[in-house]
């Protein structure tokens, strides 16, 4: 079972960019598709951005599309999303997600989650 966890989040101001990794514990890492996901108070987790497991396949939600990248580094079991141009509307915690199967938008289809990261973007 593979145990996640991320970091690099904070509180930073609109425009400015940000940088989130997701370790992960599983030497399997290259086998499994990740996926970053981000929940605000008041609503439904939702998708951001998702990778292949071997990277050579990226998918991002239309409102991060063009701001965010998400990549992966097999060697160090590590996922990251680069963030540039926040916006307030990018407040939210973001969790890093894994499954042993191809790339999906949906959360719920996903069994591995990571605890999160805050990441608040001021006005």
């Known amino acids: 079972q593979v145990q996640l966890v991320e970091s690099g989040g904070g509180l930073v101001q609109a425009g400015d960019s940000l940088r989130l990794s997701c370790a992960a514990s599983?030497?399997?890492?290259?086998?499994?598709?990740m996926g970053w996901f981000r929940q605000a108070p008041g609503k439904e987790r939702e998708f951001v951005a998702a990778i292949s497991w071997k990277g050579g396949s990226t998918y991002y939600a239309d409102s991060v599309k063009g701001r965010f990248t998400i990549s992966r580094d097999n060697a160090k079991n590590t996922v990251y999303l680069q963030m540039n141009n926040l916006k307030p509307e990018d407040t939210a915690e973001y969790h890093c997600?894994?499954?042993?199967?191809?790339?999906?938008?949906?959360?719920?289809?996903?069994?591995?989650w990571g605890q999160g990261t805050q990441v608040t973007v001021s006005s």
């Open positions: 997600a894994a499954r042993r199967a191809v790339v999906n938008r949906r959360p719920g289809q996903y069994p591995y």
């Open positions: 599983e030497g399997t890492f290259s086998s499994y598709a």
